[in-house]
C-alpha cells in the first residue's frame, strides 16, 4: 500500500509534463504575394489552433518585423502540438485614440474565414504564408 501512495503523485508529476514533450519547433514569415514583409504587421500575432483528444490546444508567436515568428503553447517558443491547424493572424492592436490601419485582409483575423492551415509534423517545422491585402489595397 505504501509503495502505491509513493507512486501515485510521481505518475501524476510525469503525466502533467507529458504535454510539453509533444510540441515541435514551430517557426514561420508573413509575407506580401510577391514575398516581401508586411509593413505595419509587426507587434501583431500569428496563432494555431488545433484538436487532439477532444480538447483545442492553442500556440502563438508574435510577428516581427520582417513578418517572422515563432510559435509557443506553454511557454515562449516552446513549439506546437502536432497535427493539423487552423491558423488566423491577427494584427497589432490600435494604440489611444488612433485607430489601426488594416494592413491584410481582414478574412485572415478569424479561424473560420481565414483559410490557413499548417501540418506541425515531427522535427523542425518552418511554415511561409503569402496574404492578401486588404480590399481596395494593391
Given at each position: 500500500m505504501r ?6 503523485p ?6 502533467g509534463?507529458?504535454?510539453r514533450d509533444?510540441?515541435q519547433p514551430?517557426?514561420?514569415r508573413?509575407?506580401d504575394p510577391?514575398g ?5 504587421l ?8 488545433a484538436t487532439a ?6 500556440a502563438s508567436?508574435a510577428?516581427d518585423?520582417?513578418?517572422r ?9 516552446d513549439g506546437?502540438?502536432v ?5 488566423l493572424i491577427?494584427?497589432p492592436?490600435?494604440?489611444g ?7 491584410i485582409?481582414p478574412?485572415y483575423e ?19 504564408f503569402?496574404?492578401?491585402p ?5
Amino acid at each position: 500500500m505504501r509503495r502505491v501512495a509513493i507512486l501515485l503523485p510521481v505518475a501524476a508529476l510525469l503525466a502533467g509534463g507529458c504535454g510539453r514533450d509533444g510540441y515541435q519547433p514551430a517557426r514561420g514569415r508573413l509575407t506580401d504575394p510577391s514575398g516581401n514583409p508586411i509593413p505595419g504587421l509587426a507587434g501583431g500575432s500569428v496563432v494555431f489552433e488545433a484538436t487532439a483528444d477532444g480538447r483545442t490546444v492553442s500556440a502563438s508567436g508574435a510577428i516581427d518585423a520582417d513578418g517572422r515568428f515563432v510559435l509557443g503553447t506553454d511557454g515562449l517558443a516552446d513549439g506546437a502540438a502536432v497535427g493539423t491547424h487552423r491558423v488566423l493572424i491577427s494584427p497589432p492592436d490600435a494604440t489611444g485614440d488612433i485607430a489601426a490601419k488594416k494592413v491584410i485582409h481582414p478574412r485572415y483575423e478569424a479561424f473560420d474565414t481565414s483559410g490557413l492551415t499548417a501540418e506541425v509534423k515531427p522535427g523542425a517545422n518552418e511554415f511561409a504564408f503569402k496574404l492578401d491585402p486588404p480590399p481596395g489595397r494593391k
